[in-house]
């Protein structure tokens, strides 16, 4: 940890996005003594936890005029993971078994996901730091300070400066979509997995699934159920990968990559077979975009990297009043998030110092000079992959805080396992019960269950 060296102080610190990392943001900043304000534009706090059957009028989510829909969570969606290691380290996510109305599986759905944040934002009082439906549309640096400019439900604005800004706002609404040769004529139905809600509109369709990790999975199933066909397009598989699953419906394949899309309406894949599609699904991930930042071109997003940052955290000149929580993708994302928010809190009142910006700056360009001689493209600076843990404990050793529980670790490891060793049955059936045991021994031991 690197001692501050100033005295104690107390921020006015804004928050963007009351979602899991705003919330617990907000808590950490307010247990360092700051005074916090949580802008979240929904009527309610969770995020993109919270459900909407309503889509984007553009199905790709690519027309910069479409009214954004923030929400990217299917009708089916389960966690991905089990709850132990989701949960906040003192406020574990286990079954509410003396609720009738809630979901106690090991793997619940997105709807006890979110009555999850909803008890931890009561029982820490958050929602009354929280402004519902006051949308951010700009935060600049102003003297020193940082100028908030939000809005209402009512379109009024307003201006507020704060010593601090926190963002939170999340990195799945704006969808990335894959390049395919020939789509540009090819005359089906696209849409982005940002935009699926139930599988309905697809009955009886052919249907090419873009993308086999957790939503391609998850979606090809769900699609599965009413379609004519299913056909997995898998950039992890080899190039002459053709098999059929008999689960859940006996009318599902998985292909390598797509080689090109005809204008005959037919999609040809890498391993020379060839479906006349319906639809095309991309299940292929998200792009980070802040449209309320200005920095003056400090700051940019470049293939998916956001920089520049020190620890995915700070921008070096700009820090320690502009920070960001929750941008690595990991398994281990709600701990990630309190983690990042201790440090984050710790530095603004001044226990812990970073370095100067120019060291700060110097270690940004050797991070990325190393991700490109490993051969990592720039796009996946934030995936840390099977470093996140070395990455958590390094940000809780600069912080001071406990490091990450290693059962967490090993079950999101087994349960990322299962994903693809067993996609159709992983939620329902594990071998983990030793990590079961440990996890809720550990909840035990430090009165967190009774």
């Not at 990195?171 to 089906?188: L, M």
Request: aromatic content about 10%; some cysteine; overall charge negative.
């Amino acid at each position: 940890m690197a001692p501050g060296q100033n005295s104690i102080s107390s921020k006015y610190v804004a928050v963007i996005g009351a979602g899991a990392s705003g919330l617990i943001a907000a808590r950490e900043l307010h247990r360092e003594g700051h005074t916090v304000v949580v802008y979240e534009r929904e009527k309610q706090v969770g995020g993109l936890w919270i459900y909407s059957p309503t889509t984007e009028s553009d199905p790709l989510g690519l027309d910069p005029r479409r009214p954004i829909v923030h929400s990217s969570v299917y009708e089916s969606l389960r966690t991905n993971l089990p709850r132990e290691c989701m949960g906040f380290r003192d406020f574990p996510f286990v079954p509410r078994v003396d609720d009738l109305s809630r979901d106690s599986r090991r793997y619940p759905s997105h709807r006890e996901v979110l009555a999850y944040l909803q008890d931890f934002a009561r029982e820490f009082k958050i929602e009354e730091m929280v402004r519902l439906e006051t949308e951010v549309v700009r935060v600049e640096p102003v003297e020193g300070k940082w100028r908030v400019r939000s809005k209402n439900s009512g379109d009024l604005s307003d201006d507020e400066i704060f010593d601090a800004v926190v963002v939170c706002s999340g990195h799945y609404t704006e969808p990335y979509v894959a390049r395919i040769p020939g789509i540009k004529s090819w005359p089906g139905k696209q849409i982005h997995s940002h935009n699926y809600r139930v599988p309905g509109p697809f009955k009886n369709e052919v249907v090419v699934v873009i993308g086999n990790f957790a939503s391609g999975a998850d979606i090809s199933r769900d699609v599965a159920k009413v379609a004519k066909e299913v056909h997995i397009a898998s950039r992890g598989r080899e190039a002459d990968t053709y098999e059929k699953l008999s689960v859940p419906t006996n009318n599902l394949w998985i292909h390598s990559e797509i080689e090109t899309a005809c204008e005959d309406g037919s999609i040809i894949f890498k391993n020379g077979k060839a479906v006349h599609a319906d639809t095309v699904v991309y299940c292929t991930g998200y792009k980070y975009k802040f449209p309320f930042l200005e920095t003056n071109g400090y700051m940019s997003i470049d293939d998916n990297r956001v920089e520049p940052l020190y620890k995915h955290v700070f921008p070096p000149a700009l820090a320690p009043g502009l920070s960001f929580v929750g941008l690595p993708g990991m398994g281990i994302q709600f701990v990630m998030f309190e983690i990042q928010s201790k440090w984050v809190a710790a530095v603004l009142s001044g226990r812990v110092t970073l370095p100067s910006p120019e060291m700060m700056m110097e270690d940004v360009i050797a991070s990325s000079a190393m991700l490109e001689a490993l051969g990592i493209p720039k796009r996946h600076t934030h995936k840390l992959g099977k470093i996140q843990s070395k990455y958590l404990d390094w940000v809780a050793e600069e912080c001071g805080c406990q490091l990450v529980e290693p059962w967490r670790t090993k079950q999101v490891d087994r349960g990322y396992g299962s994903l693809v060793s067993n996609p159709e049955n992983y939620r329902d059936e594990w071998d983990d019960d030793d990590l079961i045991k440990e996890a809720y021994e550990d909840f035990a031991s430090k009165k967190l269950i009774s």
